[in-house]
């Protein structure tokens, strides 16, 4: 079941994106986790700005590749959090809860469904 617009999806991201640069303060992340998970956020960000949806500002990429790089990055989070990060306790859970909560945004959101965006005709 979709329940989430691409609208909608695109405010979630901004959401995501805070939440992720405030993870390391929140949960106690320290060194490369807590660095990673910033990285993590700057690239969010970055994905977010060149989609073409109503929250992204440059719109170079469709919104259902952004589903499929947000699949992806689920995925490979879940793996992550039980191979580089399984002695690493707080990192292992924090990963693991993360990749399965995008992974949850992943499968309710409908990418397919796009409303025209408009952009500002200027005249010369």
């Known amino acids: 079941m979709k329940v989430i617009s691409p609208s909608t999806h695109g405010a979630l991201d ?7 640069w405030a993870s390391p303060t929140l949960f106690v992340l320290s060194g490369d986790v807590a660095r990673y ?10 994905l977010t700005l060149i989609t073409n949806s109503s929250a992204g500002i440059f719109r170079f990429i469709s919104m259902t590749v952004h589903g499929v790089i947000e699949l992806l ?8 959090s039980f191979t580089v990060l399984q002695y690493d ?20 959101t409908d990418y397919a469904y796009q409303k025209p965006v408009r952009t500002p005709h200027v005249t010369a």
């Open 89 to 108: 306790e707080r990192g292992h859970n924090f990963y693991l809860w993360f990749g399965v909560a995008l992974l949850v945004i992943v499968v309710i």
């Open 37 to 46: 998970t910033y990285l993590l956020g700057l690239v969010h960000l970055v």
């Open 14 to 20: 901004y959401l995501i994106i805070i939440f992720l």
């Open 73 to 80: 990055v689920a995925i490979g989070l879940i793996i992550l």
